[in-house]
């Protein structure tokens, strides 16, 4: 990490920090980088904590960046909600815990939950697709931890199984069920009158 971002928070480098949020917020309130008292105290707030990024690099923020009827910030390319870094797992849980009937979503169902609302990837300011994998299978729920460790077993289970299953390589590809039928009873005669030529041998 570059000495500009000693001080942020692990691996929050490339992504939207909470300060940094607000920062970009105010200045699409205000329509510009006009010193407001908030925008002067966020920016000394990033000074102080060496988390300032450029100005090149906030522009280009600004540009992509737009905010919803709620106030928060959307990407403008997909309208979809940017978090700040220090918010990902709370968002993920939100979405994992909202399941029906009050149960937790699979891994797959919460992916997509949170892939509808919010931004992925440091491109888009978001969360990468792994982060919401640790975080669902890290679930503290008792019931949630007893569902993914018996969909586990069965899964096992099922893979076992198949590996001990034993592969047919059909012989012949028959067209009809009735010329397989032949077929099958051709190979039966023929197992007869090979055993009885041998009774009598």
Not at 93 to 122: D, Q
């Amino acid at each position: 990490a570059s000495s500009s971002n000693a001080a942020a928070p692990h691996g929050a480098e490339g992504y939207v920090t909470e300060k940094l949020y607000m920062l970009l917020q105010l200045y699409l309130q205000n329509k510009g980088w006009s010193p407001s008292v908030e925008l002067l105290q966020c920016f000394s707030d990033l000074k102080e904590s060496s988390m300032l990024p450029s100005a090149a690099y906030l522009q280009m923020m600004a540009s992509r960046v737009g905010l919803d009827t709620q106030g928060r910030l959307i990407l403008r390319e997909n309208g979809k909600i940017i978090l700040p870094y220090e918010h990902f797992a709370n968002a993920v849980m939100l979405k994992h815990m909202n399941g029906p009937h009050g149960l937790h979503l699979g891994l797959e169902a919460t992916v997509r939950a949170v892939v509808e609302s919010y931004t992925i990837g440091r491109e888009q300011f978001g969360m990468e697709k792994e982060f919401i994998i640790e975080v669902v299978q890290n679930c503290p729920n008792p019931a949630c931890r007893y569902y993914k460790n018996q969909l586990e077993m069965t899964q096992k289970s099922i893979q076992q199984h198949l590996s001990q299953q034993p592969t047919y390589i059909p012989v012949t590809h028959y067209t009809d069920a009735s010329s397989a039928a032949l077929a099958d009873s051709q190979a039966v005669e023929r197992l007869l009158r090979g055993s009885a030529l041998q009774d009598y041998q």
